[in-house]
């Protein structure tokens, strides 16, 4: 590999990175703004007002708006607004199902880093290699080290975080595949109006209404649209539409061990051993699906002296 093809390797790994450090943080912002608003509701102001900041400041790339492109950003909408009902749904339950814990929650949706190699094999025939499949169980496991402690048993929710995490995987594939016919960059614009949409059709379907926002609610859901919606969901877009699906799924799912590492540096969790573990078992994950071992010597072939 020469070095600009590594140069231009490294950037989308980045971004992917430092979204799951801005969805880490997100998660205590997060828990303290859902208390006392019904869930679509925040996720359509949430939306709304990413949608229109990233729409207000990319103006110039609505020239390339097209059927392509409307299209895709409906289809990518529609998937992760699915991803997230179902997540949110786990963890609150839904009607006789009941909800499953933070860590569970965590541990569920998690699956996609599994589920995205051989999704892409069924529905792509891209076969994944053994390193793919090595460094996806290698960061299930790391996950839920982190994530689980000692939460044993599965509930109704459990099942509905995992179909959430089902359609997380989906997304991820889906995103490089209209990224090649469509601008990037519009395409979040517009997953981002079509998850306001559905939010807002979703208060109606529910019957939940609107409600007064405090003001100091008003600021975290400032950080969750400017943030962790506009600029990490942009980042998450840009970075899959140069990276194979499955090195995506092991580097976006940092944003786990990040949520609980922000959550103990700032929150009321507390480290244990098996956290550390998990941190080190995910992170040898991206190591082995990023450069498949290729930093060991290999063993030469010496030919038979005459």
């Known amino acids: ?20 450090v801005i969805w880490g943080t997100s998660f205590l912002i997060m828990k303290q703004a859902v208390d006392g608003l019904p869930v679509f509701y925040l996720l359509a102001v949430r939306f709304t007002l990413g949608s229109g900041l990233l729409a207000v400041i990319f103006c110039r790339r609505w020239k390339n708006l097209d059927r392509a492109a409307l299209k895709g950003g409906a289809v990518l909408g529609l998937l992760m607004e699915g991803a997230y009902i179902f ?4 963890l609150s339950g839904l009607g006789p199902l009941q909800g499953t814990t933070p860590g569970k929650n965590a541990f569920f949706t998690g699956i996609y880093c599994v589920l995205v190699p051989f999704f892409s094999w069924l529905l792509f025939r891209k076969r994944p290699d053994l390193y793919n499949v090595a ?3 290698f960061c299930m496991a790391g996950i839920g080290l982190v994530s689980l402690g000692g939460e044993t048993g599965l509930v109704g929710g459990d099942v509905l975080t995992m179909l959430g995490g089902a359609m997380f995987a989906l997304h991820i594939l889906a995103v490089p595949r209209y990224a090649q016919r469509s601008d990037v960059v519009l395409l979040t614009v517009l997953q981002f109006a ?14 939940q209404s609107a409600v007064p926002i405090p003001l100091d609610n008003w600021a975290r ?18 970075g899959q539409a140069n990276t194979p699906p499955a090195a995506a799924a092991v580097l976006l799912s940092l944003e786990a061990p990040f949520g609980v590492l922000f959550s103990v540096l700032f929150g009321d969790e507390r480290p244990t051993p098996a956290m550390y573990a998990g941190f080190a078992i995910i992170f040898f994950a991206i190591i082995l699906s990023e450069t498949k071992l290729s930093f060991l010597p290999r063993r030469k072939k010496f030919d038979r002296g005459a």
């Open 87 to 90: 997540q949110t749904y786990g």
């Open 135 to 137: 460094a996806a169980l």
């Open 1 to 20: 590999m020469t070095e600009s093809q590594t140069k231009t390797k490294i950037w989308p790994q980045l971004l992917m990175v430092a979204a799951t």
């Open 221 to 238: 859901i400032a950080y969750l649209a400017a943030f962790a919606t506009a600029l990490a969901m942009l980042f998450q877009n840009v």
């Open 194 to 207: 079509t998850m306001a949409a559905l939010s807002w059709l979703g208060m109606l379907v529910a019957g």
